[in-house]
């Protein structure tokens, strides 16, 4: 069982609102990447999600990720020009664990950025949010809504 330390709970306003339509996107990417990991951008705008970006993982490994430079930085200037926020990366542990790995710490990139990792119990995939700072990480809550609310 894996162990998570008290400062890595959650605090009740590190939230990320994904739009239900977005979750079941991004886990539809997860399992047709297997027996990769799979990986991809979340990107919104005033704390909702508004579209799921999958990128192509250049490392093509069933334990690491990397995303396509090319693709990421075109998604990058989509965001600039629309005017939207990088809300989270997600990326998959087919065969876990449901938290960031040494390497996700050591390689985390955005510390303001949610990091949302896949994992699969069997065949039932789950999620969990972490933000990855200063070499630890915590866990965020993950809101699944119906649709946008403005």
Known sequence: MVEIKPSQLPSPNETISILRQHWEQMLEHVIRQLPLEACGLVAGQDGFSREVFPIANALSSPVRFRMSPEQQI????????LGWDLLGIYHSHPDGPPIPSPTDIAESAYPDTVSLIWSRFGSEWTCRGFVIQKGDFREVIINIVPQKQL
């Open 74 to 81: 075109k998604v990058f200037l989509e965001l600039d020009e």
